[in-house]
């Protein structure tokens, strides 16, 4: 436990994770601007995360999960932020979901998000089952 302490102490991955989370949160901030898309972004650095405004929200973020999966990436709407998240991984994550928000505007414009999904869209969270 105190190797454990004193890595950290010396990394301060506090600090890392939650410029990080903050960069992050930027980033989509910024994509869904390029690509007029509307969202809210919550959470804290460092498990930061975004809704989509807009009435299909729940099937672009299973677009999202279907596209990255497909490039080799495990990802939502939320990103869980960890030392192992450098810049060049960030900057590979942004590329890749670039041109999957430009798919989902074009959705906004009239192409039918449901034609591009492999399976039902993602549930909307935890709900009990009786």
Request: aromatic share 8%; with cysteine.
């Amino acid at each position: 436990a105190l190797a454990t302490l004193d890595v950290m102490s010396r990394t301060e991955s506090w600090s890392q994770i939650t410029k990080t989370g903050e960069a992050i949160t930027q980033r989509w901030h910024d994509l869904a601007k390029q690509h007029d898309l509307k969202i809210t972004t919550g959470g804290l650095p460092s498990l930061t995360n975004f809704t989509f405004e807009l009435p299909n929200a729940l099937a672009y973020k299973t677009l999202i999960t279907q596209e990255m999966l497909n490039q080799g990436f495990l990802a939502s709407n939320s990103v869980y932020v960890c030392t192992e998240h450098t810049q060049e991984v960030v900057d590979e994550y942004f590329s890749l979901l670039n041109p999957i928000f430009h798919t989902i505007k074009q959705c906004e414009d009239g192409k039918d998000v449901m034609s591009l999904l492999h399976g039902p869209v993602c549930d909307s969270g935890f709900k009990r089952l009786n």
